[in-house]
């Protein structure tokens, strides 16, 4: 089955709330996505989106250039179906993060709350860092959450990566300046603890899109 297909049938078969990785409330990422400082009319990046409550809580907060991408169409419309009138201030976009045709220099700050880690071959990895590196703005912002090094080996039956905050880091390289990092025990609904790490980064100002990894 091809990732698609599986994101399609989970999102189709299962109710947002009632997945492992449902949170109320995204409380770290919105606080990261404040910390940043950027202005309430900057342009955000949630990759992964999908049926995640970050959005309304940022709309809610007043940020006002919001992009959310999925590669399943089932996850938006979910969220879509949730926010109802709102939803129309949002730009959606139904992509392979991998393979997105995303704007050049667009976005001031870049999240995302798990996708990174089901990227498990190298070109995909480096086919993701390219994408961060074209899209987002000189000195823009990312923030990316991935299961940490003593975490779940799996999540949704698929196989997942594991990272240390520096590994996390590497894998985008010299042109990415490491501002925090930041642990989180996600508690699923199930009883189960999901160990993750966040690492929020500062795209440098002066390196080219094409230099992904150093």
Same mark, same amino acid.
């Given at each position: 089955?091809?990732?698609?297909?599986?994101?399609?049938? +989970?999102?189709?078969?299962?109710?947002?709330?009632?997945?492992?990785?449902?949170?109320? %409330?995204?409380?770290?990422? /919105?606080?990261?996505?404040?910390?940043?400082?950027? =202005?309430?009319?900057?342009?955000?990046? !949630?990759?992964?989106?999908? @049926?995640?409550?970050?959005?309304? !809580? /940022?709309? /809610?907060?007043?940020?006002?250039?919001?992009? +959310?991408? #999925?590669?399943?169409?089932?996850?938006?419309?979910?969220?879509?179906?949730?926010?109802?009138?709102?939803?129309?201030?949002?730009?959606?976009?139904? @992509?392979?993060?991998?393979?997105?045709?995303? =704007? +050049?220099?667009?976005?001031? +700050?870049?999240?995302?709350?798990?996708?990174?880690?089901?990227?498990?071959? =190298?070109?995909?990895?480096?086919?993701?860092?390219?994408?961060?590196? &074209?899209?987002?703005?000189?000195?823009?912002?990312?923030?990316? @959450?991935?299961? #940490?090094?003593?975490?779940?080996?799996?999540?949704?039956?698929? =196989?997942?990566?594991?990272?240390?905050?520096?590994? /996390?880091?590497?894998?985008?390289?010299?042109?990415?300046?490491?501002?925090?990092?930041?642990?989180?025990? %996600?508690?699923?609904?199930?009883?189960?603890?999901?160990?993750?790490?966040?690492?929020?980064? &500062?795209?440098?100002?002066?390196?080219?899109?094409?230099?992904?990894?150093?």
């Amino acid at each position: 089955m091809q990732p698609k297909e599986h994101w399609e049938r +989970v999102y189709s078969t299962k109710a947002s709330d009632a997945v492992s990785w449902f949170q109320a %409330h995204a409380a770290l990422s /919105l606080r990261l996505i404040r910390d940043t400082g950027v =202005p309430r009319s900057a342009s955000i990046m !949630d990759v992964g989106g999908g @049926a995640s409550t970050l959005v309304d !809580d /940022l709309l /809610l907060d007043g940020y006002t250039a919001l992009t +959310v991408l #999925d590669l399943s169409a089932a996850a938006l419309s979910a969220a879509k179906r949730r926010l109802d009138s709102r939803a129309a201030g949002v730009q959606w976009v139904e @992509a392979n993060i991998t393979t997105a045709a995303l =704007p +050049v220099h667009a976005y001031d +700050v870049w999240h995302d709350q798990a996708v990174f880690h089901f990227l498990t071959a =190298p070109a995909e990895r480096q086919a993701y860092v390219e994408a961060v590196l &074209r899209s987002v703005k000189p000195s823009g912002q990312v923030i990316v @959450a991935t299961f #940490d090094e003593d975490g779940p080996a799996q999540c949704s039956g698929l =196989p997942v990566m594991r990272y240390s905050a520096n590994e /996390l880091h590497t894998e985008f390289g010299s042109s990415f300046i490491l501002l925090q990092h930041e642990k989180e025990e %996600h508690r699923t609904l199930f009883g189960t603890v999901q160990k993750c790490v966040y690492c929020h980064c &500062r795209k440098s100002s002066s390196c080219d899109h094409s230099h992904a990894r150093t």
